[in-house]
């Protein structure tokens, strides 16, 4: 089963046993042993339980390949706020809404 929950709920942080400002990170996943894992790992467990398959998580495994989405996941959460859609348009741009 996969339930997306708000970073915001109060106690996930200890939930996880994380602080509030590692919480706010990156996206995680708990599994059914209760294991819990952060950023690119988190997305692909996510994946997986939403696909119904392991592929993702396999993938992640490779090589080379975990390390790669991990980097790409710190670069994208770094600017998360920059991409379109993250910031009401007025707010971001006000000249458009005058």
Avoid: K
């Avoid at 200890?14 to 990170?25: I, P, S």
């Avoid at 599994?31 to 894992?37: C, F, K, L, P, T």
């Avoid at 989405?69 to 706020?81: F, G, K, L, T």
């Amino acid at each position: 089963m996969l339930r997306v929950e708000p970073m915001q709920t109060p106690g996930m942080a200890d939930r996880l046993g994380v602080t509030d400002d590692r919480m706010r990170e990156s996206a995680w996943w708990v599994d059914s042993s209760g294991a819990v894992v952060a950023g690119a790992h988190a997305m692909n467990a996510a994946l997986s339980a939403a696909l119904g398959t392991r592929v993702p998580l396999w993938i992640y495994r490779i090589p080379g390949v975990g390390a790669a989405q991990n980097a790409i996941y710190r670069w994208v959460s770094a600017h998360r706020y920059r991409f379109r859609g993250a910031t009401p348009l007025c707010e971001a741009e006000p000249e458009r809404c005058a």
